[in-house]
């Protein structure tokens, strides 16, 4: 059953404080009372509030005291200011003591049930990114990054250098290698560790909204525009803000995150207020950038700003010592996920992982092995599970070294001598023989059953 929520109503008007509390216990919130901000001081002290909904203007004790006081009591609580009185200096006042917003009498109610929906959202999302961050901290962990080969050390033992400075980094690699990750490995072994980790894919919002996602924007900014947004940058003080796909930044958005790169400084959509902010910017792109600049489609100078320290990630296929550790351990995880009890790849599984070219890196081994894992009925997840590998792009086969049979023979005593010449070739290996014939190695089997060829 969901958990209501416990809302304190905090209001020397008594009417208007029953309006509200009959108003929210509709909405299925359980209600408190109090009439003035002393009162609400010490209820704050004693018991515990989901969400406090505060009247600024109360004759013994102020909205504004008591919010004061209710901060230093309790930080997480979020406090939501009414005022009749909509000046601005009264409203920035309430923000910068730590109301999470404000709302002028008379209240809109769809606005307020929207805030308060909001409000306790945000906090427990403030809590479920604490838990994360101690889990994340574990799986960043550079010890705990899949790849013993030469060019995953090289990349580690810089990231391990890099991270713990406040240098921008610029992240390349062909799509799939990894490099969420480690924008993530970077941020979780900095000093900025215990604070936000934000991530924003530049390609994945319009152009339209990616400067409100990016810098915030004011109530009335544009048509939809109903609330104040607080932006990535905004979200990512003093951690680091991950952009991904920085390519597909637009010309003008460009120029803007340039001057936050300079400045440390922006202003949400339809504001004036300059917003200071202390953000470690990573951007990653799967394109050549230098060649970006030359078809004038990216800035020069905001590259340069970017590209203090450069990580390349190199390509799956270029790293295939790796491939046998990636695949056991996506093997783990999706075998657990599904409740399969996996132990391993057979040995023809693991050849034609290790055979083929991974176009689409880590991501494409990921989705093959948990692909097979759903597939296999077996504890060895077989080559006859792995489909995707087998069934888009092909495998590169080499030129058996098999002697055509001269002579008029029958069509099946060509394949046996064929199948026997590979054998010989190969030196007696199966795989490998089945590989080069363009089969199976389970159709082999099968062959070398029906000739009565001894081994088979």
């Given at each position: 059953?969901?958990?209501?929520?416990?809302?304190?109503?905090?209001?020397?008007?008594?009417?208007?404080?029953?309006?509200?509390?009959?108003?929210?216990?509709?909405?299925?919130?359980?209600?408190?009372?109090?009439?003035?901000?002393?009162?609400?001081?010490?209820?704050?002290?004693?018991?515990?509030?989901?969400?406090?909904?505060?009247?600024?203007?109360?004759?013994?004790?102020?909205?504004?005291?008591?919010?004061?006081?209710?901060?230093?009591?309790?930080?997480?609580?979020?406090?939501?200011?009414m005022t009749a009185f909509s000046s601005v200096e009264t409203a920035v006042e309430a923000l910068k003591t730590g109301a999470y917003d404000y709302l002028t009498k008379p209240l809109d109610f769809d606005e307020l049930r929207l805030?308060?929906?909001?409000?306790?959202?945000?906090?427990?999302?403030?809590?479920?990114?604490?838990?994360?961050?101690?889990?994340?901290?574990?799986?960043?962990?550079?010890?705990?990054?899949?790849?013993?080969?030469?060019?995953?050390?090289?990349?580690?033992?810089?990231?391990?250098?890099?991270?713990?400075?406040?240098?921008?980094?610029?992240?390349?690699?062909?799509?799939?290698?990894?490099?969420?990750?480690?924008?993530?490995?970077?941020?979780?072994?900095?000093?900025?560790?215990?604070?936000?980790?934000?991530?924003?894919?530049?390609?994945?919002?319009?152009?339209?909204?990616?400067?409100?996602?990016?810098?915030?924007?004011?109530?009335?900014?544009?048509?939809?525009?109903?609330?104040?947004?607080?932006?990535?940058?905004?979200?990512?003080?003093?951690?680091?803000?991950?952009?991904?796909?920085?390519?597909?930044?637009?010309?003008?958005?460009?120029?803007?995150?340039?001057?936050?790169?300079?400045?440390?400084?922006?202003?949400?959509?339809?504001?004036?207020?300059?917003?200071?902010?202390?953000?470690?910017?990573?951007?990653?792109?799967?394109?050549?950038?230098?060649?970006?600049?030359?078809?004038?489609?990216?800035?020069?100078?905001?590259?340069?700003?970017?590209?203090?320290?450069?990580?390349?990630?190199?390509?799956?296929?270029?790293?295939?010592?790796?491939?046998?550790?990636?695949?056991?351990?996506?093997?783990?995880?999706?075998?657990?996920?599904?409740?399969?009890?996996?132990?391993?790849?057979?040995?023809?599984?693991?050849?034609?992982?290790?055979?083929?070219?991974?176009?689409?890196?880590?991501?494409?081994?990921?989705?093959?092995?948990?692909?097979?894992?759903?597939?296999?009925?077996?504890?060895?997840?077989?080559?006859?599970?792995?489909?995707?590998?087998?069934?888009?792009?092909?495998?590169?086969?080499?030129?058996?070294?098999?002697?055509?049979?001269?002579?008029?023979?029958?069509?099946?005593?060509?394949?046996?001598?064929?199948?026997?010449?590979?054998?010989?070739?190969?030196?007696?290996?199966?795989?490998?023989?089945?590989?080069?014939?363009?089969?199976?190695?389970?159709?082999?089997?099968?062959?070398?059953?029906?000739?009565?060829?001894?081994?088979?």
């Amino acid at each position: 059953m969901e958990k209501k929520h416990t809302i304190l109503v905090v209001d020397d008007d008594p009417g208007h404080r029953t309006m509200l509390k009959t108003l929210l216990t509709g909405w299925g919130y359980f209600i408190h009372e109090a009439d003035d901000g002393s009162t609400a001081i010490e209820m704050v002290r004693t018991r515990a509030f989901d969400l406090i909904l505060m009247d600024i203007r109360m004759i013994k004790v102020s909205g504004l005291q008591a919010l004061t006081e209710i901060k230093a009591l309790n930080p997480a609580i979020p406090v939501i200011i009414m005022t009749a009185f909509s000046s601005v200096e009264t409203a920035v006042e309430a923000l910068k003591t730590g109301a999470y917003d404000y709302l002028t009498k008379p209240l809109d109610f769809d606005e307020l049930r929207l805030t308060m929906e909001r409000a306790m959202e945000h906090t427990s999302l403030k809590e479920e990114n604490r838990l994360l961050r101690e889990s994340l901290g574990s799986q960043f962990d550079l010890r705990n990054i899949i790849g013993r080969s030469q060019a995953m050390v090289r990349l580690l033992e810089t990231v391990a250098q890099v991270a713990p400075t406040e240098a921008t980094v610029l992240i390349t690699g062909e799509s799939g290698t990894g490099k969420e990750m480690i924008a993530g490995a970077i941020h979780f072994n900095s000093l900025r560790k215990d604070f936000p980790f934000v991530k924003i894919n530049c390609a994945a919002i319009t152009e339209t909204l990616l400067e409100s996602e990016i810098f915030g924007h004011e109530k009335g900014a544009f048509t939809g525009a109903y609330k104040r947004k607080e932006g990535r940058f905004s979200q990512a003080h003093r951690g680091s803000l991950f952009l991904d796909e920085i390519s597909e930044m637009s010309a003008a958005m460009q120029v803007k995150l340039m001057r936050v790169l300079q400045e440390r400084e922006f202003t949400r959509v339809g504001g004036e207020e300059t917003i200071k902010v202390d953000v470690r910017v990573i951007a990653a792109t799967n394109k050549d950038l230098l060649q970006e600049i030359d078809a004038g489609r990216f800035r020069d100078d905001l590259f340069y700003r970017l590209n203090v320290v450069n990580l390349t990630l190199p390509p799956l296929k270029h790293r295939k010592e790796d491939i046998p550790l990636l695949a056991q351990h996506f093997l783990r995880v999706f075998s657990d996920k599904n409740r399969k009890q996996m132990k391993g790849f057979t040995p023809q599984a693991m050849d034609r992982l290790l055979r083929y070219d991974w176009p689409g890196n880590v991501r494409e081994l990921m989705n093959a092995v948990e692909r097979g894992v759903v597939l296999s009925r077996t504890e060895f997840l077989d080559e006859e599970q792995l489909p995707l590998i087998s069934g888009t792009t092909p495998l590169k086969k080499e030129a058996a070294p098999v002697e055509i049979v001269p002579g008029h023979l029958p069509l099946e005593e060509v394949e046996k001598a064929t199948i026997l010449n590979t054998l010989e070739a190969v030196r007696g290996n199966k795989s490998e023989a089945a590989r080069r014939l363009g089969i199976t190695r389970k159709t082999l089997h099968a062959k070398l059953k029906k000739y009565g060829i001894l081994g088979g």
